[in-house]
């Protein structure tokens, strides 16, 4: 397995070794080098320890010493160089309590998360796979580094992570790591609503944003977003709808681009369904007022996740008007643009697409062709 290695991942690896210590290329731009995608970022674990390391470079950065990581700066590009560490007990679902440093990378591998992101590589010995990891990029399966209690009782951050890999890449979720998702997701509510809405983002912008679905049947959702979980048990029996408010949501965000605020703006545009939900006397659900309800329930949430004012600013707009009936008259589309504002309408019409598409065969084209008429208007 030969992996092109970026010229300044080299230099520091090469570097490194030119001192007598060992160091990889280690975790997801192995992962995503095997794969053929392009690495987010390359992290470089090594035998040396932080002050070795700033002895070696002229230019670093204290990132983290008493994690054992230190950023060195190679040219125009910086890379976090961690020394091999083992982790002591963990206290909060979250923080060892102590941290060792070892000279040995299988100590170091073994405390990672799941298979795919515990493989190392350098250019001198190729790839160290020490448990499993390619078996499991080729079967397309996310599985724990040994025990997945112990692994999801480190960090339970890692129970939320697990789902977002297998939205990202399209892999499922190995039994045992499954098993322990169900018995530990409770634990998500030690950690921070920051770290949760960063996982939650990545998985929603993922080409699978619809796994959210597993999220909620391994009870993730009952913990981080309950809110989601009433969706799921809010059926729609309308000729606009063909099934509950959750399948709705879930199917509509397959219809936006990536993008972070329309991804959200469709998990959140129908949360005040819910609540609204009455029946008239032939059978038929209606929710009226559920755009206003909709809205409340969004600013809720997001804060709660600690989201920037922008944000949400934008979501609840779209949140807002996601329901508004417009038709091509430049009068009405220049009304509704000024309380918009013209940096969001087209996200609107996106939304509106989004939320028809998700919906029943009942009337589509008609809706679909007034959306149409308004955006070349």
Not at 88 to 117: A, M, Q
Not at 161 to 171: D, E, I
Not at 294 to 321: G, M
């Amino acid at each position: 397995m030969k992996i092109k290695l970026p010229a300044s991942v080299k230099m520091v690896i090469d570097s490194l070794q030119a001192k007598g210590y060992e160091a990889y290329a280690v975790g997801g731009c192995v992962r995503d080098s095997i794969l053929g995608r392009v690495p987010d970022d390359w992290d470089i674990t090594t035998s040396a320890t932080p002050y070795e390391v700033k002895k070696v470079f002229q230019r670093t950065v204290d990132t983290g010493l008493k994690h054992g990581t230190v950023t060195v700066l190679a040219g125009s590009h910086a890379h976090e160089v961690t020394t091999y560490r083992i982790d002591g007990e963990y206290e909060d679902s979250r923080h060892p309590k102590s941290v060792e440093f070892t000279r040995n990378l299988e100590e170091d591998l073994k405390r990672r998360d799941f298979t795919i992101n515990a493989m190392a590589y350098n250019d001198q010995t190729g790839l160290v796979d020490l448990y499993g990891g390619m078996r499991d990029l080729q079967s397309k399966t996310i599985r724990c580094v040994g025990v997945a209690k112990e692994r999801f009782g480190e960090d339970a951050l890692r129970i939320l992570r697990a789902v977002r890999f297998s939205a990202q890449l399209g892999f499922r979720i190995d039994g045992e790591t499954e098993q322990a998702i169900r018995e530990l997701a409770p634990t998500l509510e030690h950690i921070s609503a920051e770290r949760i809405a960063v996982e939650l983002t990545k998985l929603l912008v993922s080409d699978r944003p619809e796994y959210l679905k597993t999220a909620w049947e391994t009870g993730i959702t009952k913990v981080i977003l309950p809110e989601f979980d009433r969706l799921m048990e809010t059926p729609q029996n309308n000729p606009h709808h063909c099934c509950s408010v959750g399948e709705h949501t879930l199917m509509s965000m397959r219809y936006v681009p990536a993008d972070k605020v329309l991804r959200w703006t469709m998990l959140l545009h129908d949360m005040g369904k819910p609540e609204c939900r009455t029946t008239d006397e032939h059978g038929v659900d209606h929710f009226k007022g559920h755009g206003r309800a909709s809205v409340e329930l969004a600013k809720q949430i997001l804060k709660r996740l600690k989201f920037d004012n922008d944000t949400i600013r934008k979501a609840t707009v779209l949140i807002q008007w996601h329901d508004c009936r417009m038709n091509a008259d430049a009068k009405v589309i220049r009304r509704i643009m000024s309380k918009v504002t013209p940096e969001l309408f087209e996200k609107l019409l996106d939304v509106q697409y989004a939320d028809t598409m998700a919906q029943s065969e009942y009337r589509r084209e008609e809706k679909l062709e007034r959306i149409e008429k308004v955006r070349k208007t």
